[in-house]
């Protein structure tokens, strides 16, 4: 595939440090990895076993890059997926550059949507639909792009699986929101609640992922706290919510879809590997419930 007939004999020396770089301006591959073209065999001939491997997502620690590859589980019809392709096909490619800044690419930024973040203000995503790339930009850092995504490109699109579904075409991002609090959380699922009674077959998926600081199993927990509101508050047919920890990323990220009857469920996509998380210690009951030091008062 890509990967093992650009760098497998590289004899000429220019092929060479083409097959050694990282991220490329105008580039629709990483190190001659492309979605939907290479596979979990071309990465690993290029770059061996991966540092932490969980199935369908790995990821690799890469001098001057940290990056997470997503493989297909199957094609359309015998794994859920969204793209007709077989197993450990690479679908998707994030990597984040230690150090590099946008105006280093010298991108020509009209062929770039520039999209703002919605939850992150000084993020701003410069997206290329046509070649299937991304870049993450921190405004507030001089132009820091901060990650860098690699999907299917345009020409692709004849690989996307079919849904099927009375009520919806496809698996569709409803909402998405960062650590809000609960009660504007609720507000969110009650319209969540409200396309769900409207599409009646339909089911809701709640992805969360935790943040790179997280307490342990607190993406878990955010899920299960929102199905429940859904089902005893909201009434909602508990046979018709799935929760998904998604895993890691940046910061805490709660997402919810409709995904019609016989549709592929929304991937899972971290993009922080698990071995990067900080894990933050609750507080002991010793230091949350302090008894007075005060005496007591004899009656």
């Given amino acids: 595939m890509l990967a093992s007939q650009t760098c497998g004999k590289a004899i000429i020396p220019f092929l060479v440090i083409l097959c050694a770089g ?3 301006s105008e580039a629709k591959d990483w190190r001659g990895i492309e979605p939907l073209h290479s596979t979990r065999a071309d990465v690993e001939r290029l770059l061996g076993p991966p540092s932490t491997d969980r199935g369908s997502i790995v990821f690799y620690r890469i001098k001057r890059e940290r990056v997470s590859l997503t493989y297909a589980e199957g094609p359309c019809g015998i794994e859920p997926s969204l793209w007709n392709v077989p197993r450990d096909t690479v679908t998707n490619i994030r ?22 973040d919605g939850h992150v203000r000084h993020i701003v995503h410069y997206i290329n639909e046509d070649e299937g790339v991304s870049y993450d930009v921190d405004s507030s850092a001089g132009g820091l792009v901060t990650a860098v995504e690699y999907f299917p490109a345009a020409k692709d699109a004849h690989l996307r699986c079919p849904a099927s579904g009375e009520d919806l075409a496809n ?4 909402d998405s929101y960062s650590n809000i609090s609960f009660e504007s959380e609720k507000k969110r699922l009650d319209s969540f609640a409200e396309q769900l009674r409207r599409h009646d077959s339909a089911e809701g998926y709640i992805m969360v992922y935790a943040g790179r600081r997280a307490r342990a199993g607190e993406a878990k927990a955010r899920a299960e706290r929102a199905k429940e509101y859904l089902i005893k508050v909201r009434g909602t047919d ?24 016989g549709a592929s469920p929304p991937p899972a996509m971290p993009t922080i590997d698990p071995n990067d998380v900080q894990i933050i210690k609750a507080s002991s009951a010793k230091n949350n419930n302090r008894r007075s030091t005060r005496p007591r008062c004899k009656r």
């Fill in 22 to 24: 990282g991220v490329r």
């Fill in 238 to 261: 508990a046979r018709r919510i799935v929760t998904i920890d998604g895993g890691h990323q940046e910061e805490l990220m709660v997402e919810l879809y409709l995904v019609p009857s």
């Fill in 171 to 174: 698996t569709t991002k409803f």
């Fill in 95 to 116: 990597v984040t550059p230690d150090q590099l800044f946008f105006a280093e690419l010298k991108l020509d930024e009209s062929k770039y949507k520039k999209k703002r």
